[in-house]
């Protein structure tokens, strides 16, 4: 495979897992199974490993989950979630034993197991013994702070059994019994309400109601399985054993083993008793049993190397394949997708799965109108596991992947192994719209009222072809389309004319350069201080900053040198956009700011943008070094926590003066 093929896997799986990453952890609606998540995810760890040349910090590789809701004030971990490997089998178990004996150069370790909980994982903090607030995972380092939900859960303390002097994290998992979200769902059905995919996703969205008494009522519980700081306790077992002491409950039956094999006999043992406990859980932990023994294995970039979850096999159902559509990607990748009869699998009803690509398709012989298998372990969307050709009465119809791209009807391409097929059209309507789309979002241009269908009207009805055409879209020009009255058109062309002029970091990141997210942008933005000397940097100038690196050096110096790009560049500046020049005062120089709560004058992203102009901090958490927390309607813990630091507290009129 060419380099510049495995670059494009490389950034396309990334791509996907960044998206379902928020489908899983934002959405709490999951478009794919967990094993297949975690095959995507071990595909494109062994890409990384194979081509280190192609390194993103920024890969979920490097990082756990997604971005926090908005909808909650962010807590950063004071030591970061990370996630665990997964060992799909025993063989996969074995290998890791092996690896672990290794590192620590020992014929056998002892291993401490306990139960994997299927819900949403969580971080407590207690100061003195009393619970001072909690935390979702989030993105690994920063979370949602849910503390009044989860002084809901009666299976959390409050206060701890016995006397803990200082700062205690503890982290767990919450879960919701399997009955009590058969009532949930019997409930929301009589009231034609949201339904829940699965206990997982019904804990998950629990916890993120904005009214406490709602996470109340859906009768949660909480399992802890560690101590992340705060005590020194020299193992696994000693670890769960104090949990015990300070009034937590834990997983059942937790045991430690010396070797590997025990190990295997726990796991099966479980495997066969699973379904006879009152909440879902799918698969066991193993963790080295000896703290210092951890210490020393140590941890990979997303993951500690002393401690694997062992996968239960997931289970199987029965359904048809009504039919296979195909899915052009944002790069132009062409994916089959399947459309299942309605099937309930673990719990929930699905009705898509993901084929990968044609030869998957061809290995395990599946054809349009086959009974099938499909499996999964609690997961919204299965794997199809194979076709009951058994079942066939000739009326089955072979898939033929398109030699032409469904969307613009380019003739694809296809990798060196015959295996993914491509659009090679740039200006393919699925990835130019994609684009399109990011270019108005709130983090870039911020144009209201424009969202996927209108730019799906204005590039059927082409009266844009590229986002620049928007700055000279007429009144007149919207009025005729679908769902567009005078009012409504009139709205859409006053929020473009208000968004004409732009800062710059917004503008870098409008453009949709390959690895360049809202930090880098920023970045750039105060080093280069325009557009043009930006255009004007060499490569090695751009490896040379800020940790930037060869990979994202040269993806922002090949967009600024590509001439359709250059001529993008100058479109933009002709149809009237302009990049404020904006001198930052040095007003707030060496002040941070906390904002907590709702503002009424402009959304929280401007307030701290308005903050950074003026040389000024804009953090997301309260420590005793903030200068001013900024209080809206509804403030939430980090005012709490301001007063009890001495922080002072401004209102947003105290805070418009202090801009002004």
């Known amino acids: 495979m060419k380099k510049s093929e495995i670059k494009n896997k490389i950034e396309k799986l990334r791509k996907e897992l960044e998206y379902h990453n928020y489908r899983y952890y934002v959405l709490d609606s999951p478009k794919i199974s967990d094993k297949e998540y975690d095959q995507m995810l071990r595909e494109l760890e062994e890409l990384e490993k194979k081509h280190p040349e192609f390194y993103d910090s920024n890969s979920p590789t490097q990082r756990v989950g997604s971005k926090p809701s908005k909808k909650f004030d962010s807590i950063k971990h004071k030591i970061p979630m990370l996630s665990l490997q997964n060992a799909m089998n025993l063989e996969e178990l074995d290998k890791w034993d092996e690896r672990v004996r290794k590192g ?57 059994q016995g006397d803990i002097k200082g700062d205690l994290i503890v982290r767990g998992e919450v879960v919701m019994p399997i009955k009590s979200f058969e009532e949930i769902n019997e409930k929301a059905k009589k009231e034609n309400s949201k339904v829940f995919a699965n206990p997982r996703n019904a804990a998950s969205g629990s916890l993120r109601q904005l009214d406490p008494k709602i996470t109340a009522s859906r009768n949660l519980e909480f399992f802890a399985y560690s101590i992340a700081s ?31 094999n025990e190990v295997k006999k726990y796991c099966e043992k479980w495997e066969e008793k699973k379904e006879k406990l009152p909440f879902e859980v799918d698969g066991i ?67 898509r799965a993901t084929l990968h690509n044609k030869e998957e398709i061809k290995r395990k012989d599946i054809k ?19 076709a009951l050709k058994e079942k066939r009465t000739g009326r089955e119809k072979k898939f033929i992947m398109p030699n032409i791209c469904p969307v613009c009807g380019t003739k694809v391409i296809e990798d060196e192994k015959g295996i993914l097929v491509r659009c090679p059209n740039k200006n393919c309507y699925a990835q130019h719209r994609e684009a399109i789309l990011h270019f108005v979002s709130r983090t870039a241009f911020d144009i209201e009222h424009i969202g996927p269908s209108l730019i799906d009207q204005l590039l059927e009805n082409k009266l844009i072809e590229d986002a620049a055409d928007i700055f000279t879209l007429k009144q007149g020009d919207l009025e005729n389309l679908e769902r567009m009255a005078e009012k409504s058109a009139q709205n ?38 325009s557009i043009e000397k930006l255009k004007k940097a060499s490569l090695e100038n751009l490896e040379d900053l800020f940790g930037l690196g060869e990979i994202v050096a040269k993806s922002i110096y090949d967009y600024l040198h590509d001439k359709k790009n250059i001529k993008f560049l100058e479109k933009l500046k002709e149809v009237g956009v302009e990049i404020q020049k904006i001198k930052k005062s040095k007003k707030l120089e060496n002040k941070s700011f906390v904002i907590t709560g709702a503002l009424e004058k402009f959304s929280r992203e401007v307030a701290e943008e308005e903050i950074r102009k003026r040389g000024g901090k804009a953090s997301s958490s309260v420590s005793e070094k903030t200068d001013f927390v900024v209080s809206g309607k509804n403030p939430g813990s980090k005012y709490d926590k301001a007063r009890k630091l001495g922080v002072r507290i401004i209102s947003e009129k105290e805070f418009l003066g202090i801009l002004k």
Request: aromatic share 6%; net charge positive; proline share 3%.
């Open 104 to 160: 620590l150069s020992r014929n056998r370790v002892e291993y401490s197991c306990e139960l994997k909980f299927d819900g949403a994982s969580i971080t407590l903090d207690y100061k003195d013994s009393v619970l001072i607030s909690g935390a979702t995972r989030g993105d690994g380092n920063t979370g949602e702070n849910i503390t009044l939900n989860l002084k809901t859960i009666n299976t959390i303390p409050l206060h701890l």
């Open 230 to 260: 705060g005590l020194k306790i020299n193992s696994q077992k000693e670890i769960l054993d104090k949990l015990r002491k300070l009034g937590f409950k834990v997983s059942p039956d937790y045991s430690k083993f010396l070797g590997i």
């Open 285 to 351: 932990v193993i963790k080295v049993n000896n703290i210092s023994e951890q210490k020393k294995l140590g941890f990979v970039a997303r993951a500690p190397r002393w401690a694997i979850a062992y996968k239960f096999e997931a289970e199987m159902e029965e359904t048809v394949l009504e039919d296979i559509e195909v899915q052009v990607g944002r790069k132009g990748t062409l994916t089959p997708v399947a459309h299942l009869k309605p099937v309930r699998v673990a719990g929930s009803t699905v009705s």
């Open 368 to 386: 349009i109108g086959d009974h099938v298998l499909v499996r999964k372990a609690g997961e919204v969307i299965p794997e199809v596991v194979r």
């Open 492 to 529: 859409v062309i006053e929020a473009i004319e208000k968004k004409k002029k732009i800062s710059l970091p917004r503008f870098i990141y409008a453009l949709g350069i390959t690895h360049v997210g809202e930090q880098t942008a920023n970045d750039l933005a105060d080093y280069f201080g």
